[in-house]
């Protein structure tokens, strides 16, 4: 599918949005010594999807005017714009003019990022080749222009393969570092001409320092000339926003021989004003060789580092709130819609707390840069590769590796905003492994001033964080962390337990694993992936991609498709008629997104050994579509935002339950924890309870003084004897003169007596290991050993599966001929197994009689709601739409496919994990729908199975004890 420019009114919009910015960022830097003329607009392109072009000399001016597949295209976008999903080959040509004035001065020709391999033709000649993605590139043309007459520029461009199956120029699928949200096919950034004289700037690096308030600058100044010259040169700091105040300036004579030269000037900056997210204050940079060459910039005066295991900005300490950013827009797929747009993300990121953006695995454009130094957002600069096995392995892989970093670092080692260099993520191979220390010691080499984290996630060995100036890393634990949509107590104390020894863990009663890999104790922490997910309003975004969207893109296909799937499976499973309008599903999904959210932020603050996290994600796209608090039109996700905001408030009360679901005549702690990041106060918290009728059954009001950091404000020990149903817990933190400082709520639920009574049903067990029954009878249930003579009117309650014995396999065969003649089996701790990439997952055996594939069903960060309908084996418990935080215990994380059945719990997902790397750029993979908990007839009887987790949770968690009971009750009246 393909279509011609203009594309329709929108997309020319968007086109011209970007243009404008890139003409006016030329008009700012303009000097008399330094022109400028930009190349942007209409160009002509020849796809070549038989990679014929070269051998055919399409690179010749007038064969490529023989062409009749010849097609305008706009400069800077990406191809895949007007071709839908095309990997291979394109030609493109630019015809235009220059000044005669040009004539006999030094001329650069300047591509921003070119997609992936390009060859570039000037008027006929060879010019050059680049290999890469996402980092500037330039060539001397000087000798090859015509200047005041038309010249013709021509380029051979191979874009990335991702997901096709062909090998061009010696380069096959993934093997290339890339991006999974688009092809990015093409000239997707600017193109320009740069004028100068023989003398020229050819880089510069700023090191601010704010120890003694000064600006050291490394040149490299370029002589092009065949002699030395004698060049005044000035450099001077001015404010950004007011060029006409000068800060610091130098002036001295430099002798520049032919070619290559450095040169380092400081200058002090009196009275600086430091950059931060508070204050994004910038500086502009002039150097000047006078009546040759002027090149400007931008730099803030800015300091970021560790120190005490704390990160710390321009002196002061900071606590990272960073959240996780895909970097994929609805039209312009790489780059930015419009200005507008960035400018609205970035200020959504802010108004919601986070302090720190981390772009996904690729430079972004530096429009956007540009708006993160002037907005004032740290931002983590990291090279186009992606993690785990992509690039897939060559012989080309390490240089390719090297290259990234190196050209990454260079471009970004000015900005502000960027103040630390994350090298790799989640690593597996050797190669990389070997190259993690290498790569790092090259980034300090290019940049001293930065941190680099060798590896987020420390899967290789543990992560590594190299301070500014060192050379030699500190070890850090760097910890990527999805623990699913309801954070229960285990979960809870998992967070809690980051940093801490086992014998630590011991003595503050906390039993749960840490989360993380390589994690070590005592060292600093930082949770760098964290998050849950849910839908965007998939019904509001396809009217706007309708509206304003490009058919092309592969996100208005996935969106689409998506809905279209959705509403499929609702409807396959039983459940459309929960949810006749797709828009609430969506936002049922976003609000326990929110919750999980929350609760995870909250849990990692209340460790004081955490020194910050990083949300998956504000935006998102691509095969990790549902997690970002924000869509993709830059539009925040109801509940999933507000509670994610409310989470990063720099004052928080975190109140626990423990536990959340109580038995009324165990009692449950209440605490509440408080998360104080500005100065002490004295206040006033008052902590209430009340019931669903609205009746305040506990109230508490102490004084306190709220000191920074983290501390535990009040513990209760609640008697809930007297309690029964679902509660809710406020508490409110005032100031002294009655105003609220902050506030914050939880729900809990008491189960009586009399909603856990015994059940006087017999009934028969098949339990190998012997847990079930050893519970049931100190309950007092009348439950016999099943065998051969099991009367087919009392159901058989089935836990492990797995049959070692031939006396097992035998007991199991009985259970067959059983079931087939008219007997009720209830798999009680579902059919032991897990899912597992790359196996058929099928649960079918001589112990399980159903077919069924197991399907994990955690969700990571992407939502899978489950759907419970109203039954008997739900008496008592909330049924009817999507499971919430009362099923935090027992809820299914292993779901079964393919059931012929109309399911009474089901898990609603979509393939959101790129296996194989097979999805990238096209987004989710298929809807489908799976059963939590299903009665499935086989022979003259039946089979339920049920995936929650009920019997490890007896006598600890009520939900579950009432789950059994309701079955008990279920399968023997029936």
């Known amino acids: 599918m393909r279509i011609s420019l203009p594309i329709n009114r929108r997309i020319a919009l968007f086109i011209a949005t970007t243009a404008v910015a890139v003409l006016s960022f030329f008009s700012e830097v303009h000097a008399e010594s330094r022109e400028l003329l930009s190349l942007d607009g209409t160009w002509e392109i020849v796809f070549d999807s038989e990679n014929e072009g070269r051998e055919a000399n399409w690179h010749h001016d007038d064969i490529f005017s023989q062409r009749s597949n010849t097609r305008p295209i706009h400069v800077p976008s990406c191809w895949e714009l007007i071709e839908q999903d095309y990997e291979g080959v394109a030609f493109y040509r630019r015809k235009f003019e220059v000044p005669s004035s040009w004539a006999g001065k030094t001329v650069r020709l300047r591509f921003d990022a070119v997609n992936y391999l390009t060859e570039v033709w000037l008027n006929g000649e060879v010019v050059g080749f680049h290999e890469g993605g996402f980092t500037p590139f330039e060539f001397r043309v000087d000798s090859l222009l015509k200047p005041g007459k038309q010249n013709t520029l021509i380029l051979r461009v191979v874009g990335p393969i991702i997901l096709q199956n062909k090998n061009i120029d010696g380069v096959g699928p993934l093997e290339t570092p890339q991006w999974r949200g688009g092809i990015t096919g093409g000239v997707w950034q600017s193109v320009q001409l740069i004028a100068t004289e023989e003398a020229l700037v050819k880089d510069v ?134 200005r507008e747009m960035a400018i609205r993300e970035i200020q959504l990121a802010k108004e919601a707390g986070f302090n720190m953006i981390r772009p996904w695995r690729r430079p972004p454009a530096p429009m956007w840069l540009d708006l993160a130094d002037e907005l004032g957002v740290l931002v983590v600069g990291s090279p186009a590769l992606e993690c785990m096995r992509l690039p897939l392995s060559t012989p080309y892989l390490p240089a390719r590796v090297e290259r990234e970093v190196r050209e990454a670092v260079l471009r970004d080692r000015n900005r502000a905003c960027v103040v630390q260099w994350e090298l790799f993520n989640e690593l597996h191979r050797p190669i990389l492994k070997q190259m993690m220390r290498p790569m790092a010691l090259l980034t300090r080499e290019l940049d001293p001033t930065r941190l680099i984290l060798d590896e987020s996630g420390g899967w290789a060995y543990g992560a590594r964080m190299y301070l500014p100036n060192e050379h030699e890393p500190i070890r850090f634990n760097d910890i990527h962390n999805y623990p699913g949509p309801f954070i229960n107590k285990r979960l809870h104390d998992g967070f809690l337990s980051i940093g801490l020894t086992k014998e630590q863990k011991e003595a503050r009663g906390i039993n749960a694993r840490t989360p993380g890999r390589n994690v070590v104790p005592g060292l600093m922490s930082f949770v760098s992936e964290l998050g849950y997910g849910s839908l965007p309003n998939l019904v509001d975004n396809n009217e706007r991609f309708r509206q304003e ?218 339990d190998l290991d012997g847990r079930l029954t050893r519970w049931l009878r100190l309950q007092g249930v009348d439950a016999m050993e099943f065998d051969a003579s099991t009367p087919r009117s009392i159901p058989v309650f089935v836990t492990r599966v797995a049959a070692g014995t031939s006396a097992e396999q035998q007991r199991f065969a009985d259970l067959m001929r059983f079931i087939r003649a008219g007997g009720t089996a209830v798999y009680v701790q579902g059919v032991g197994k897990f899912y597992k990439r790359g196996d058929s997952n099928q649960v079918q055996s001589s112990t399980v009689p159903v077919a069924a594939r197991v399907q994990a069903a955690q969700g990571l960060w992407s939502c899978i709601p489950h759907l419970v309908r109203e039954h008997p084996i739900f008496k008592g418990l909330p049924s009817g739409g999507m499971m919430r935080d009362i099923y935090e215990n027992v809820w299914a994380a292993q779901s079964l496919r393919d059931m012929e059945v109309e399911p009474i719990v089901a898990s609603i997902g979509f393939k959101w994990f790129s296996e194989n790397h097979k999805l990238h750029y096209s987004g989710p993979g298929e809807s489908w729908w799976g059963s939590d908990l299903a009665i499935v007839p086989h022979g003259e009887g039946r089979v339920i199975i049920s995936q929650l987790r009920i019997v490890e949770n007896l006598g600890s968690e009520p939900v579950a004890d009432k789950l059994l009971f309701n079955l008990i009750e279920f399968t023997a009246d029936n």
């Open 205 to 338: 690096f700023i090191v601010p320092k704010i120890e003694n308030d000064t600006a050291t600058f490394h040149l490299e100044l370029q002589n092009t000339g065949s002699g030395s010259k004698s060049v005044q040169l000035v450099t001077t700091i001015r404010s950004a926003n007011d060029p006409d105040h000068i800060v610091g300036t130098s002036v001295r004579e430099v002798i520049l021989r032919p070619g290559v030269s450095m040169h380092t000037e400081t200058i002090q900056v009196p009275g600086a004003r430091y950059w931060s997210p508070d204050d994004p204050h910038l500086y502009q940079a002039d150097v000047e060789l006078e009546g040759s060459d002027q090149w400007t910039s931008r730099f803030g005066m800015r300091e970021f580092t560790i120190r005490d295991k704390q990160f710390y900005l321009n002196g002061e300490p900071i606590y990272l709130k960073a959240t996780f950013f895909e970097g994929l827009y609805p039209n312009g797929i790489a780059y930015p819609d419009s």
């Open 549 to 766: 969207g490009n058919p092309l893109t592969p996100a208005y296909r996935y969106h689409h498709r998506l809905a279209e799937g959705q509403r499929r499976v609702l409807e396959e499973s039983g459940f459309g008629e929960f949810y006749p309008n797709l828009e609430q599903f969506c936002l049922d999904q976003q609000s326990i997104h929110g919750g999980a959210n929350k609760r995870m932020i909250e849990a990692v603050r209340s460790n004081p050994l955490v020194s910050g996290y990083c949300i998956h994600a504000l935006s998102a796209g691509d095969w990790i579509m549902g997690a970002g608090l924000i869509d993709l039109w830059r539009r925040p996700k109801s509940h999933a935002y507000e509670a994610t905001k409310a989470a990063n408030q720099p004052r928080i009360l975190v109140i626990r339950m423990s536990p959340r679901n109580v038995y009324a005549s165990r009692g449950s702690e209440l605490q509440v924890v408080g998360v104080n990041e500005q100065a002490s106060l004295n206040g006033i918290l008052t902590v209430q309870m009340t019931s669903k009728s609205g009746e305040t059954v506990f109230s508490n009001e102490t004084r306190t003084h709220w000191n920074e950091g983290v501390s535990t404000l009040f513990t209760e020990q609640l008697d809930t004897q007297s309690l029964r149903g679902g509660y809710t817990i406020t508490a409110t933190l005032s100031a002294e003169d009655g105003s609220i400082v902050t506030e914050n709520s939880g729900a809990f639920d008491v189960f009586a007596e009399q909603d856990l009574a015994i059940p006087k049903e017999q009934i028969a067990v098949l």
